[in-house]
């Protein structure tokens, strides 16, 4: 293989994993939940997706931390927040249209 051959596979394997990034393991993305006090929405569904397939013993003890880190509240979910806000939108509506009929 030429020196042009093997920095153009290089090239393209570096290109690639940034796009296509290595599958992350359950417990990667605990690791970076418990580290930033935060599980987006994303990040839910791709451990949606982890749970699927095959994992290893350390990962299925890093999502059972995770999920007691949840409980806890020593880690925000961004899921649980948007459905606080939704609610909160919810009763200001509602309270808004008692408030019209009312004076009616």
Known sequence: MTKNETSYKETVSVRTTQIFPAMMLIRDVVQ???TTGYLSVAAEEQLRNLLKKKYELEDLDAFMTLQEAASSGR???ESRELRLCEQQVQQL????CDQTTAKE
């Open 75 to 77: 880690i925000r979910q």
């Open 32 to 34: 970076e939940a418990i």
């Open 93 to 96: 509506v509602i309270v808004g």
